[in-house]
């Protein structure tokens, strides 16, 4: 069949050959009928899986109800969203920005990190990622996607992730925020140690500087806990998330502590962000990660990953890193030739960098599937070491 999206589109997203029309759960369909388990979830939206039932179920009441009311005007299912998710948040992290992505919430925490502290100098790390809008992208590592863009905002330096002794210097009293995903995600699933998570928030603390934790794809529970910078026992003074938290509807938060302080009026605003809509989904995105028990879940299924890939034994994989089902394998050679094997074999992945695949399945998905999941990529790396 032929379709007119290319003929229309940019052509900024390289197209996999595929047209995906059904999702349910941890499957989705193609257009030929064709089944998958889709363990690029949307990159890790589909958290609480395709179609959940209580967050169509939102969605379809709120739509016949109220979509839109401008955050100047009170909502009360904006009202029962925060208030959920105040109770699944650290209790310093009381005070919400909405919004409607990732890169939204990080512009929103950049802003936020500058009013605070009348700095302007942020420190990020070597293969982060923020998004690709203007603040964002000059917090972004990707020289790829900077320099074409290029000037951006100044005063951004890049330092390796977990060399703490470079991060520490870095940081100093020009400095308005340090900003790092406690698990990188496009920069190949690399995890802050804890030991470095906490040296950087002992060191913005004693700077005046805030500490920005990018937990748009961590976050939400994907790692085992509701926020991956939580495993390092660290709060942060800024938490970003998107992704998940909108159950496949546009949703970003800002998350603020005391150190933000207040926020002049009209500041920083958005038409659409905190829409009636997307709380209504975000409130029965949590309801089902808190009453399904999703967080521990995602921890199970990640232990029963990694545990079946290792007992494989595949010599083609050099490392596999990440927490829960945020899952990155580094493989000894270029990984975009196993996307199409998989596909062949029913398993929808992604890249994390060149030599890693990267698996962000919904925490809904079975024991059986994980491990059907496992089984193919096991087959496809046998198959190509063979």
């Known amino acids: ?14 197209k996999r050959g595929i047209t995906l029309v059904r999702g349910e759960g941890a499957r989705v369909w193609d257009d030929a009928g064709n089944e998958y388990l889709d363990a690029v979830a949307g990159v890790g939206v589909a958290f609480v899986g395709h179609a959940h039932p209580r967050v169509v179920a939102a969605v379809r009441e709120q739509a016949g109800t109220l979509m839109t009311a401008y955050s100047a005007f009170h909502s009360d299912v904006r009202g029962r969203f925060l208030a959920k998710l105040a109770t699944m948040m650290p209790p310093e992290l009381g005070r919400y920005f909405l919004c409607n992505s990732g890169t939204e919430a990080v ?23 923020h998004g690709k809008t203007l603040g964002a992208l000059s917090a972004t590592f990707e020289r790829a996607y900077r320099d074409p863009i290029a000037p951006l905002l100044d005063g951004v330096t890049h330092v390796p992730l977990n060399k703490v002794d470079r991060f520490v210097d870095a940081i100093d009293a020009e400095t308005a925020a340090v900003i790092v995903e406690p698990i990188q ?21 004693e700077t005046g500087a805030l500490l920005i934790a990018d937990e748009v794809q961590s976050g939400c529970g994907r790692t085992g806990a509701f926020l991956a910078s939580s495993h390092a026992d660290v709060v942060p003074d800024i938490v970003t998330l998107a992704k998940a938290i909108g159950g496949g509807v546009p949703l970003g938060v800002v998350a603020c502590g005391p150190r933000v302080g207040e926020i002049p009026p009209r500041m920083h605003t958005s038409t659409f962000g905190g829409n009636p809509l997307a709380c209504a989904a975000g409130l029965a995105t949590l309801e089902a990660i808190d009453e399904e028990r999703l967080v521990d879940r995602a921890g199970v299924l990640g232990d029963r990953f990694r545990a079946r890939l290792i007992a494989a034994g595949c010599t083609a994989i050099r490392s596999i890193r990440g927490r829960g089902l945020m899952i990155g394998v580094e493989l000894k050679q270029k990984a975009g030739r196993f996307l199409q094997p998989l596909a062949d074999q029913g398993v929808l992945a992604m890249l994390a960098g060149n030599t890693v695949l990267r698996f962000l399945p919904p925490a809904v998905i079975t024991d059986a599937e994980c491990d059907r999941l496992v089984d193919a990529l096991v087959d496809v790396l046998t198959e190509a070491d063979a």
Do not use: N, Q, S, W
């Not at 069949?1 to 900024?12: A, H, K, N, P, Q």
């Not at 512009?107 to 990622?129: C, S």
């Not at 690399?190 to 603390?205: H, N, S, V, Y």
């Open 107 to 129: 512009e929103g925490a950049i802003k936020f990190a500058r009013l605070a502290t009348g700095r302007t100098k942020l420190v990020a790390a070597v293969r982060g990622y």
């Open 1 to 14: 069949m032929t379709y007119d999206e290319d003929r229309f589109e940019l052509g900024v997203y390289p």
């Open 185 to 205: 995600g496009e920069g190949g699933i690399r995890e802050c140690e804890p030991e470095f998570l906490r040296a950087i928030a002992a060191k913005t603390a």
